[in-house]
């Protein structure tokens, strides 16, 4: 029997040579439809597409992978081609050097006199601090802003602390108004990732009524799903990518490199607790992404069970991290368009090498 190469494009090849148990249980999650997108070129372009992708027979026919997640309908559309488009690239360490120059002077530097307190006050870290945001979009809303101004120079000791904070923040916060326990941390780490500011910092809001839609949305399809098939669809949804060899278990926390991404390199943590080997496998795969994989603009959201007295039914929802790369700062195109918004996502990255990125880096457990 022949040997597939563990690679997008062979993704149909991959599933139908699974285990029936194992295949049966990807299919009901996930649908895969393979097409073929064809074309002739004039002459005048030929040398044009050999220089830039390679061969013309690369581009003539292209094989695209469309992926769609059944019980949450999040879809992806696979072309390792759409990679080899011209971009325009510079020096990363040019890029991390501006970064520190223009926000020397920025409000976050000063936190204590240029940033307001909630009303409870401060949380104060070793290498972070709140402050309540000015323009909010939730009742409680603050800032995690860390003491280094490079987002990008974080050790594993900081990125515990940055979640430490946030999430002593949100007990206080749930003091303040026991109403509110819906917790989100996010992190929108440089202008291309939506970061308004370069100084290092993160998010974090506590919602009252219910979650926010979106994660609300994933809780309700999970329920359905467990309702059907009697069985846990976060554990379902880890044995699937398991199986391609696209997740691993460290430490009690299950690592994703996953099928239907909203955009390039996303990863999935989930976990049971909030707990140091959960914030430890958060800072292992940011490393592994600015290390191994030089992303430079990204965005982290932590989900959590609503604090406290969670109903019954919150009762198999994990604490979840999700972490998207969003490209180079200096590269001038967008990578969010129509597609993204109203059809599926359009990915270039191959999930089989990010989980590959990914066991290397985990299994040396990052940098310190």
């Known amino acids: 029997m022949a040997v597939i190469t563990p690679t997008i494009v062979n993704l149909d090849l991959l599933v139908e040579s699974l285990p029936e148990k194992s295949k049966n249980l990807f299919k009901r999650i996930f649908s895969v439809s393979i097409t073929t997108g064809s074309l002739v070129p004039p002459e005048t372009m030929k040398v044009l597409i050999e220089k830039q992708f390679g061969s013309i027979d690369r581009v003539v026919q292209q094989k695209i992978v469309k992926v769609t997640n059944l019980v949450t309908f999040e879809g992806a559309i696979f072309n390792s081609l759409r990679a080899l488009r011209p971009r325009q690239l510079e020096d990363r360490l040019k890029v ?106 993160a998010q974090v809001t506590l919602s009252r009524d219910s979650h926010y839609a979106k994660i609300e949305a994933l809780r309700q399809c999970a329920l359905r799903y467990q309702a059907q098939y009697g069985s846990s669809y976060f554990g379902d949804l880890y044995q699937a990518h398991f199986s391609l060899g696209l997740a691993l278990e460290k430490e009690g926390v299950r690592v994703l490199a996953y099928l239907t991404p909203m955009k390039e390199k996303e990863v999935i943590l989930l976990s049971r607790e909030f707990d140091l080997s959960f914030k430890e496998r958060v800072y292992e795969v940011l490393a592994c992404f600015r290390d191994a994989m ?75």
């Open 96 to 201: 991390e050097a501006q970064i520190i120059d223009r926000s020397r002077n920025d409000p976050l530097n000063k936190p204590l006199e240029d940033t307001p307190a909630d009303l409870f006050g401060r949380i104060k870290g070793k290498y972070s601090i709140t402050a309540s945001n000015i323009a909010k979009y939730d009742g409680l809303h603050s800032m995690i802003i860390f003491k280094d101004h490079n987002p990008l120079e974080f050790s594993r000791a900081e990125i515990i602390d940055y979640l430490d904070t946030g999430w002593r923040w949100a007990r206080e916060a749930h003091k303040f108004d026991p109403k509110a326990k819906y917790y989100f941390f996010l992190w929108n780490c440089l202008k291309k990732a939506g970061a308004t500011l370069a100084h290092g910092h």
């Open 294 to 368: 030089h992303v430079t603009a990204f965005n982290l959201g932590i989900a959590t069970p609503p604090l406290d007295s969670a109903p019954p039914d919150w009762e198999h929802f994990p604490v979840m991290a999700r972490f998207v790369d969003r490209g180079y700062p200096w590269d001038g195109s967008s990578d969010f368009g129509a597609m993204e918004l109203y059809a599926a996502s359009v990915v270039s990255f191959d999930p089989f090498c990010l989980s590959l990125e990914l066991k290397k880096a985990l299994l040396k457990g990052g940098s310190p």
